[in-house]
């Protein structure tokens, strides 16, 4: 163990982290893999007093539960493969509804390359089921690479010869060479670290709603198959909706100003929407909530041997929450097994990665600008649709528009590369025939 | 294909790419078997069999030749692809992400090599020392 205050880790030092969501555990699952690469020991203790085995609100996550195409697609290449236990449904296409009619946007060849997922055990009562929790999953491999879970929850830090020192119900359990904070938003160990006084505040907010909604398997089939349906609609307060298809059941969020836990009743009424549902006897509100997302970040996410990542630090704006985990996590593991745990070493090798997700949200919150305005007004929703439409026939490099809205609602690809094509001629060329053609039909 | 499974199914004997073809992605086994066969004067011979979890086809994403050798599901497959661009795009804000290809490619060498002492008559240890 480190007894020296030297900001390299040495054999034997003591990590711990706070939190066994997806960032904890990816953090710890490449810390271990990078430092027996070279040759070197690390203790990783994940505090997490949840037990994501639990169904209902004991285990869950509060989250939509999309694992993108870009992360199953990485995961594989890193050697970490979804079992069907973890998957709860296999997703090949996204379909966007509107209050002018709906398209659908598909991977090539129908190939299911996106996974829907329950963080914890789902709604009340699958525990039974077979399945298995994607945070539980994760938390496993962590705890294979090495890693040790304590169910405890950390109530207090506080430095002893500059280094932390961890507290549960009032009793000291360790003294870390460094402390990871991967907890979420929706936690209260946010204060403990903006008590340490080093600078973090909590990033902002905004309220979620979501709700999961029970129904036979067979009419999940049925009625959603293997697509995600993403509902544009000119609402005030809502920005985007999505039903996501798990099994017997099927998850909506919404994401707006405003949100009530009532929203979901409302949405569900809206014509659009029932034309997608069975009837009303055949579905039922199992759960809701408003969980909080994070939508900014935190000015300084690290300090000599604290670091912050996942939610409480910067996450990909809307979309993706997983996908940033996975580079936050993997981004401080390097950072702490290559350069060290000092706060320049964060500066340095973490704080371009964590700026980066930042900048990037910049793009998105002007993309998702230009897509308000395309839900806001029917010509432009009804052109953009037209255009997507004609797209399905093209090869796949000339689907300008269908990338577009394939890559920022599946989280697929950086804000800041999508943005280009927002640009291309050829796709505004498209855009403007089509609504020529639809001026030209009114009138 | 089950409700929670990714990928795309091969049934058994089905043609994942074939020798000589231009490579524009590399797949990962989700589930089943992969046989890796390379054509020798007029014959298939099968070169490896690979397993759930394996990566193949990564070859002719970094040297950019023809596929080198044929990949076919032995017994029905389930397989994601992984595409050229998306790849070498995250490696490139992420080259850790090589590591795991390398170690793969490494493993197969090392195959290689124990294979071809084992054709030639020598322990490998023999082999090398020579």
């Known amino acids: 163990m480190n007894e020296g205050n030297s900001y390299i880790l040495e054999d034997g030092a003591n990590i711990s982290v706070i939190g066994g969501g997806p960032t904890g555990s990816f953090f710890s699952i490449f810390a271990l893999k990078m430092a027996r690469m070279m040759d070197r020991e690390l203790n990783i203790t994940i505090f997490e007093p949840k037990d994501f085995k639990k169904d209902g609100p004991g285990g869950c996550n509060r989250c939509g539960g999309i694992i993108s195409e870009l992360l199953v697609q990485t995961l594989a290449v890193e050697g970490i493969n979804f079992p069907d236990s973890v998957v709860r449904k296999g997703i090949h296409s996204y379909k966007l509804h509107t209050n002018h009619g709906d398209v659908n946007i598909a991977t090539p060849e129908f190939e299911k390359t996106i996974a829907t997922i329950y963080r914890g055990g789902g709604p009340k009562g699958m525990a039974e089921s077979g399945k298995e929790s994607f945070d539980d999953f994760l938390l496993n491999q962590a705890i294979k690479e090495g890693a040790v879970h304590k169910p405890a929850r950390i109530d207090g830090i506080e430095f002893r010869d500059s280094k932390p020192v961890l507290f549960s119900k009032k009793n000291e359990i360790m003294k870390a060479d460094l402390v990871v904070g991967a907890f979420g938003v929706n936690s209260t160990t946010q204060k403990i670290f903006e008590n340490l006084g080093f600078g973090y505040k909590g990033p902002p907010t905004i309220t979620a709603a979501i709700a999961e909604i029970k129904m036979d398997e067979d009419i999940v089939a049925t009625h959603f198959g293997n697509s995600i349906h993403l509902f544009l609609l000119p609402d005030k307060g809502i920005k985007f909706a999505a039903m996501v298809p798990k099994g017997s059941y099927v998850t909506l969020c919404i994401l707006g100003k405003d949100l009530k836990s009532e929203t979901v009743d409302r949405f569900l009424e809206k014509p659009v929407v029932r034309k997608v549902l069975p009837g009303t006897e055949q579905y039922k509100i199992e759960c809701r909530c408003l969980p909080k997302m994070n939508i900014g970040a935190p000015r300084i996410p690290f300090s000599d041997r604290v670091v912050m990542c996942g939610d409480s630090g910067s996450t990909r704006l809307f979309k993706d929450g997983l996908g940033a985990a996975y580079l936050m996590g993997k981004a401080v593991a390097k950072t702490v097994v290559f350069e060290g745990v000092s706060r320049q070493h964060f500066e340095k090798a973490y704080h371009p990665v964590y700026k980066s997700i930042i900048t990037d949200n910049y793009y998105g919150r002007y993309l998702y600008l230009i897509t308000d305005i395309y839900r806001k007004f029917g010509l432009l929703t009804k052109g953009m649709l037209e255009v997507v439409r004609n797209e399905q026939e093209r090869a796949e490099d000339e689907k300008i528009l269908s990338s577009i809205l394939w890559n920022m609602f599946t989280g697929n690809e950086r804000y800041k590369k999508i943005l280009p094509n927002a640009l291309s001629l050829k796709m505004h060329l498209d855009l403007w025939k089509v609504f020529a053609k639809i001026l030209l039909r009114m009138t | ?130």
């Open chain 2, 1 to 130: 294909m089950k409700e929670g499974e990714l990928g795309k199914i091969y049934a058994d004997g089905e043609i994942i790419f074939k020798e000589g073809e231009k490579g524009e992605v590399m797949y990962v086994i989700q589930s089943g078997e992969v046989k890796i066969t390379k054509k020798l004067v007029s014959d298939h011979t099968t070169i490896a069999t690979l397993q759930s979890g394996e990566i193949f086809g990564e070859m002719a994403l970094f040297d950019k030749l023809p596929r080198s050798a044929t990949a076919m599901a032995s017994g029905e497959a389930r397989v994601l692809s992984i595409d050229k661009k998306k790849l070498f795009s995250t490696i490139s804000h992420d080259p850790t992400l090589a590591f795991k290809i390398i170690e793969t490619m490494s493993q197969r060498i090392r195959r290689l090599d124990e294979n071809l002492c084992v054709s030639c008559g020598v322990k490998s240890k023999e082999f090398f020392l020579s």
